[in-house]
Structures are given as C-alpha cells and as structure tokens.
C-alpha cells in the first residue's frame, strides 16, 4: 500500500529540540532554588539553637536562680516608716550611696531631707499595708508597701482617705538602691490639690511661685520658703474651709 506523506514543516525539529533544552533548564534551575531555599533554612536554624541557645531565657521573664534579699522587707518597711514619721536621719541611712530617687517626685538621695520636710508641713499622713515582695531582679529584691493618704491636711477637713498608692523599694544587700512612689491622686487632686491650689492662686498669688515651681501649679517647689509657707497656707485653707 502506498500512502503519502505531508513534507516536514521547515524547523520543526530544531523548535522542538529548543522547547526540550528550556524545559530541562527551568527545571534545573527550580532545583537550584529549593536547595537553596533549604540551606537558608539550615543555617537559620543551625544560628538559632546553636550552642548555649537553649539556655537563654526572654528579657521580660527574670532568672529562677535568683534569690531574694532576707532583709528585703525588713528594709523596705523601716524606710517606708521612716518617711512617714517624718525621720530623715533613719530614711537617709537606709539608702545606698548611688540609690535612684529619681521616681519619688524627681528627687536626688540629697533631695530626701526636705521631701520629707515638705510631707510634714503639709500634715501628710500615711495608712500602711504590710509590704510583701514582688519581684526578685539580679540589681535587687522589689517590695511593694501599699498604703493610703492623707495630706494637704485633707484629714482636718473630713476628707480621704486616698486609696490605691503604694511604694516599689528595690533592696540590695540590706539598702534601698532603687524607689518608686506613687500616688494614686485620682480622687484626692479634684478634692483637696486642685481647690487649694486655686486657693492660693486667689488668696495669695505672690506665694504661687514660692510654692509651686510654676504657675500651672502642677508640683510643688524643694525650698526652705516652700516648706514654711506649705505649713503655713495648708493651715489657713482648713480653718478658711471650717468657717
């Protein structure tokens, strides 16, 4: 039987001889990537756990091994107490010499004398809760002693007590190296710092900038004068209130 055949298409096998070479190419090509896709990998893991990395431990979450300071509490309480029977002497030798003040109303170690000059003037008084420990750091043992307050002489004048502040004392080796005071003035500024501050604004606003260390009135002034009028002004608001 004789067929006929349709003549071969002019460069047909050399096109289809290029489509099997770039096929071949590509899929060398994707190969490559995968194994190199694969080595990054590898290393990344091999940097990751590498020799010492299961030891490490988050930044946020302190060591197990470290352990807290026996006299943490005993000291943080004497220094709380200290402060608030006004005894600077006692508060002053519970610090450690490069102790951080600077969150008790931005003060200085040097500071504290007349801090606790001003409290007293103002006729500040503290309701204690016992102090317990709530964080052991490799720089020290943070205790915590809540309270509440009086102060501006807001006792005279049946107002407070101010709920919700506490001291964070960092102990070290038997002395405060670090302390934060906070106040919780959520009720106490509406109630007794903004009226007498709006008082002495009125009243006797040479003494504004004695008192205060601005005009905003927002805190109060470290100074021999500032301590004198505090006594002074605080008394005179509370016997102008009880008329």
Same mark, same amino acid.
């Given at each position: 039987?004789?067929?006929?055949?349709? $003549?071969?298409?002019?460069? +047909?096998?050399?096109?289809?001889?290029?489509?099997?070479?770039?096929?071949?190419?590509?899929?060398?090509?994707?190969?490559?990537?995968?194994?190199?896709?694969? +080595?990054?990998?590898?290393?990344?893991? @091999?940097?990751?756990?590498?020799?010492? %990395?299961?030891? *490490?431990? $988050?930044?946020?979450?302190?060591?197990?091994?470290?352990?807290?300071? $026996?006299?943490?509490?005993?000291?943080?309480?004497?220094?709380? *107490?200290?402060?608030?029977?006004? /005894?600077?002497?006692?508060?002053?030798?519970?610090?450690? *010499? !490069? %102790?951080?003040?600077?969150?008790?109303?931005?003060?200085?170690?040097?500071?504290?004398?007349?801090?606790?000059?001003?409290?007293?003037?103002?006729?500040?008084?503290?309701?204690?809760?016992?102090?317990?420990?709530? !964080?052991?750091?490799? &720089?020290?043992?943070?205790?915590?002693? $809540?309270?509440?307050?009086? !102060?501006?002489?807001?006792?005279?004048?049946?107002?407070?007590?101010?709920?919700?502040?506490?001291?964070?004392?960092?102990?070290?080796?038997?002395?405060?190296?670090? /302390?934060?005071?906070?106040?919780?003035?959520?009720?106490?500024?509406?109630?007794?710092?903004?009226?007498?501050?709006?008082?002495?604004?009125?009243?006797?606003?040479?003494?504004?900038?004695?008192?205060?260390?601005?005009?905003?009135?927002?805190?109060?002034?470290?100074?021999?004068?500032? @301590?004198?009028?505090?006594?002074?002004?605080?008394?005179?608001?509370?016997?102008?209130? &009880?008329?």
């Amino acid at each position: 039987m004789v067929t006929k055949q349709k $003549p071969p298409d002019p460069g +047909a096998l050399e096109r289809q001889q290029n489509r099997q070479v770039r096929a071949a190419r590509n899929r060398r090509f994707g190969a490559f990537a995968v194994a190199a896709v694969i +080595a990054m990998i590898a290393v990344a893991l @091999i940097v990751a756990i590498g020799p010492g %990395a299961r030891d *490490k431990q $988050p930044a946020s979450e302190p060591s197990t091994s470290l352990g807290a300071d $026996p006299t943490a509490v005993a000291t943080a309480t004497a220094f709380r *107490k200290a402060v608030e029977s006004f /005894d600077a002497e006692r508060a002053s030798s519970l610090l450690a *010499k !490069d %102790a951080d003040l600077s969150h008790v109303s931005g003060i200085t170690p040097g500071q504290l004398p007349a801090l606790i000059a001003l409290l007293h003037a103002q006729g500040y008084m503290e309701l204690p809760s016992p102090c317990e420990v709530t !964080d052991i750091l490799s &720089s020290g043992t943070v205790v915590r002693c $809540p309270f509440d307050f009086q !102060d501006i002489r807001s006792d005279e004048m049946g107002l407070g007590p101010f709920h919700g502040s506490f001291w964070d004392i960092e102990v070290h080796a038997g002395q405060v190296v670090h /302390d934060l005071f906070y106040w919780d003035v959520s009720r106490f500024s509406n109630q007794v710092w903004e009226p007498f501050a709006q008082w002495v604004a009125q009243t006797h606003p040479q003494d504004v900038t004695k008192m205060y260390t601005d005009e905003t009135q927002t805190a109060w002034r470290l100074s021999g004068e500032s @301590i004198r009028l505090w006594a002074e002004r605080s008394r005179e608001y509370v016997q102008r209130s &009880s008329q």
